[in-house]
C-alpha cells in the first residue's frame, strides 16, 4: 500500500474550548472595562464555576451556545449577590 500526500483538503474543525484559557478570558473579561465577547469557552463544570463566581461578583453577561457576552465593570469589585457565595468563594479550591 502506497500512502500519498494530498494535494487539497477541505472541510472545517470545531475544537472544544481549552480549559485553562478558558479560565484566564473569564477573569480578564470580568476586570475589563466594556463589552467581551467569549466564544468557543469550555463547557467543562469548573469553568461554569469561574464564570458564576465572575458573574457574582465583577460582570453582568449573558450565554448562549458557547458563547459568552461580558459587560465588565474594571478593576472595582462588586458584592456578591448573595452572601452565600462570599463564603464559598473564599475557601480555597484546592488546585
Known amino acids: 500500500m502506497t500512502v500519498r500526500p ?3 483538503l477541505r472541510g472545517s474543525v470545531s475544537l472544544p474550548g481549552d480549559k485553562s484559557i478558558s479560565h484566564r478570558y473569564a477573569m ?3 476586570i475589563a ?3 467581551s465577547r467569549l466564544e468557543n469557552y469550555s ?3 469548573d469553568c461554569a464555576s469561574t464564570l458564576d463566581a465572575c458573574a ?3 460582570w453582568s453577561g449573558s450565554e448562549s451556545r458557547n ?3 461580558v459587560q465588565g465593570h474594571g478593576l472595582a469589585l462588586a458584592t456578591p449577590r448573595d ?3 462570599a463564603a464559598t468563594l473564599a475557601r480555597p479550591c484546592g488546585c
Open 83 to 85: 452572601r452565600s457565595t
Open 28 to 30: 480578564l473579561a470580568g
Open 56 to 58: 457574582r461578583w465583577v
Open 67 to 69: 458563547v459568552i457576552e
Open 6 to 8: 494530498a494535494r487539497n
Open 43 to 45: 463547557t467543562g463544570a
Open 33 to 35: 472595562e466594556g463589552a
